[in-house]
C-alpha cells in the first residue's frame, strides 16, 4: 500500500474491496458530504435539543436557571476542551473510530440522563458524556474529512454541514416538546438514547477505507503543501492569526448562547405557549441553512472579510429585534429575530473554518483546529452559564441582551484590526 495513504485507510474492515467497485470521486464527495451532515444534525440537534428540557428538569426537582443552564454549558465546555483530543484521535485512528465512539456517548448518556435524580448526575451524562458526543460527530472530524474531498471547495460543504445545527434544531426541539408533553422528559431521554445506539451498527459497516482515502486529486495537492508548511502547535500557537480565530470563536459564541440557551424559556416568559416557543426556534433551522448558503455565497463574491462582518451585522439587528420582542411579543417582531438572528448564529462558521484549516495545513493541522476550536466550546459554556446568572440576578432578559451583544461586538473585532483576517 502506498505510504501516502492516509492511516486510517490503512485500519478499516479487510472485507472492503474499493477497487472491484470504483466510484467517481464526484459522487463519493457527495455520500461523505451527507454523512457528516447526518452526524451533525443528530449531535447538534441532541445537544440543542436541552434548552427545550430546561423548564420541565427545572420545575420538576425545583431547580433554578443557572443551576440548569450549567447543565447545558458543560455541554459545550466539554465539546470545546476536547476537540484538540478528538482531531488527534482523528489524525491517528481515523472517522470510523471517532463516529463509533461519539453516537456510544450520546446513545448512553442519554440512557443514563433517564435515571438522573441530581444535578451531578446531569451535569455528567447530558452535560460532560453528550458534549464529548458532539465533539466526537462535530466540526472537527468533519472539516478534516470533507477537506480530503473538497479542497478549495470546503467552505461551501462546511456550510452545507454548519446548517445542520438548523436542521437538528427545527426537528428536534418541537420533536422533543411534543415528546415530553406526550410521555414527559424521563421516556423521551431514553428514546434518545435507544435511537443513537441502534445508528452504530450501520455506521461501522460503511465503507470507511473509501471515504477516509480522500479524493486522489485533493489529497495530492495537500501533500504537495504539507511539505512546505510544516505548522506545529507551538509554531501555531505563537502566531497572531491563531490567537485572532480563538477569540473570534470564543466572543461570538458567549454572546450567542448567552442567547440561544435560554430562548425558548424567554419566549414562553414572554407569552407564547411552549409548543409555539419550541417550534418558533426550530424554524431558525430552515433561515439557518439559508443563511449559511447566503454567506458562503457572499464569500466567493465580495469576499471573506465582508461576508464576516455582513453577517455580524445581521446577527445585531436581530438581537434588538429580541429586545423589543419582550415589551411587544407579536408574531411580526418574533418571525423578524428568528429570520435575523437564527440564520447567522453559525453562518460564520464555515468561513472561520475554511481560514484556519487554509492558514495552519499541514500534518497537525486537526490538532491545530481542534484546539482554536476550544474557544467555541469555551465561549458557548461561558455565555450560557452567564446567562443564565444574569437572568437570576436581575429576575429579566435586558442585562442578558446587553452582554451578548457586547461578546457579539467584540467577536467582530479580529477581522477589523488583525492583519491577518483582513486580507
Not at 450501520?202 to 486522489?216: D, E, H, I, N, Q
Not at 411552549?274 to 469576499?303: E, H, K, N, Y
Not at 481542534?370 to 437570576?392: E, K, P, Y
Request: with cysteine.
Amino acid at each position: 500500500m502506498d505510504q501516502n495513504t492516509p492511516k486510517d485507510a490503512q485500519r478499516d474492515a479487510p472485507g472492503e474491496d474499493v477497487a472491484a467497485r470504483p466510484l467517481k470521486p464526484a459522487r463519493v464527495a457527495l455520500n461523505v458530504l451527507a454523512l457528516c451532515f447526518a452526524l451533525s444534525v443528530l449531535g447538534r440537534g441532541l445537544g440543542e435539543s436541552f434548552t427545550v428540557f430546561l423548564i420541565p428538569i427545572s420545575e420538576n426537582f425545583g431547580w433554578d436557571r443557572a443551576q440548569v443552564v450549567s447543565v447545558y454549558s458543560l455541554s459545550w465546555l466539554m465539546s470545546g476542551l476536547t476537540a484538540p483530543l478528538v482531531g488527534r484521535l482523528f489524525d491517528r485512528s481515523g472517522p470510523r473510530t471517532v463516529y463509533a465512539l461519539g453516537l456510544l456517548l450520546l446513545g448512553g448518556a442519554f440512557l443514563a440522563a433517564s435515571h438522573a435524580q441530581a444535578l451531578w448526575q446531569f451535569q455528567l451524562t447530558v452535560g460532560l458524556c453528550v458534549g464529548l458526543g458532539i465533539a466526537l460527530v462535530g466540526n472537527v472530524p468533519n472539516s478534516i474529512l470533507l477537506g480530503r474531498w473538497f479542497g478549495p471547495r470546503l467552505p461551501t460543504a462546511m456550510a452545507v454541514v454548519y446548517s445542520a445545527m438548523g436542521g437538528g434544531v427545527l426537528v428536534l426541539l418541537p420533536a422533543s416538546q411534543l415528546l415530553i408533553d406526550h410521555i414527559g422528559w424521563r421516556s423521551s431521554y431514553q428514546w434518545f438514547g435507544i435511537v443513537v445506539l441502534c445508528l452504530v451498527v450501520p455506521l461501522l459497516l460503511l465503507p470507511w477505507r473509501l471515504f477516509a482515502r480522500g479524493s486522489p486529486t485533493v489529497v495530492q495537492k495537500a501533500q504537495a503543501e504539507v511539505v512546505d508548511s510544516g505548522w506545529t502547535l507551538a509554531s501555531a500557537m505563537r502566531h497572531h492569526a491563531f490567537w485572532a480565530l480563538f477569540s473570534t470563536f470564543f466572543f461570538t459564541a458567549v454572546g450567542m448562547y448567552a442567547i440561544s440557551a435560554q430562548i425558548v424559556a424567554f419566549l414562553i416568559d414572554a407569552g407564547f405557549h411552549p409548543l409555539q416557543a419550541a417550534t418558533a426556534w426550530g424554524f431558525s433551522g430552515v433561515v439557518l441553512t439559508i443563511g449559511m448558503v447566503g454567506v458562503s455565497t457572499l464569500d466567493g463574491i465580495i469576499g471573506r472579510r465582508p461576508s464576516v462582518l455582513f453577517s455580524y451585522a445581521i446577527s445585531i439587528i436581530g438581537i434588538f429585534f429580541l429586545w423589543l420582542l419582550q415589551w411587544h411579543p407579536n408574531y411580526w417582531l418574533l418571525t423578524a429575530f428568528v429570520v435575523c438572528f437564527g440564520s447567522m448564529i453559525g453562518s460564520r462558521g464555515p468561513l472561520i473554518t475554511a481560514t484556519a484549516l487554509r492558514f495552519f495545513q499541514g500534518k497537525r493541522v486537526g490538532t491545530i483546529f481542534g484546539t482554536i476550536s476550544i474557544g467555541s466550546g469555551l465561549g458557548s459554556a461561558f455565555g450560557s452559564w452567564s446567562g443564565g446568572l444574569i437572568h437570576d440576578y436581575t429576575h429579566g432578559y435586558n442585562a442578558v441582551i446587553v452582554f451578548a451583544l457586547v461578546n457579539v461586538i467584540l467577536g467582530m473585532l479580529p477581522f477589523l484590526v488583525v492583519p491577518a483576517l483582513r486580507r
